[in-house]
Nanobody, 124 residues
């Protein structure tokens, strides 16, 4: 069974930092794009960050550029999202996700595997 399991969410004050982790099991995803999406109350799920299987390509949503950093450890089958300078508008459920085609993934298309999500709440 393919699984992505997120951890690291929680409550933080504006300006603070959190680090999300996503552990993959059931398959290695070594040749897949992995990354993060988020969904806040009353809004559609949106792309946050993605990293190609080789690590050579990385894309961020404009709203998080310069504040969030995605990384992956292929040996550990884990992807991370370091979130700095958090804002109340970053409050959302963050989902780890995987897909095969990088160009589709960063457009939110053909994302094939989703984690269960982890809640990030940023207080003002």
């Amino acid at each position: 069974q393919v699984q992505l399991v997120e951890s690291g969410g929680g409550l933080v004050q504006a300006g603070g930092s959190l680090r999300l982790s996503c552990a993959a099991s059931g398959r290695t995803f070594t040749t897949w794009t992995m990354g993060w999406f988020r969904q806040s109350a009353g809004k559609e799920r949106e792309f946050v960050a993605g990293k190609s299987w080789s690590g050579g390509s990385t894309t961020y949503a404009d709203s998080v550029k310069g504040r969030f950093t995605i990384s992956r450890d292929s040996a550990k089958h884990t992807v991370y999202l370091q979130m700095n300078s958090l804002k109340p508008e970053d409050t959302a459920i963050y989902y780890c996700a995987a897909g095969r085609a990088y160009s589709d993934y960063v457009r939110g298309r053909n994302v094939e595997v989703w984690g269960q999500g982890t809640l990030v709440t940023v207080s003002s």
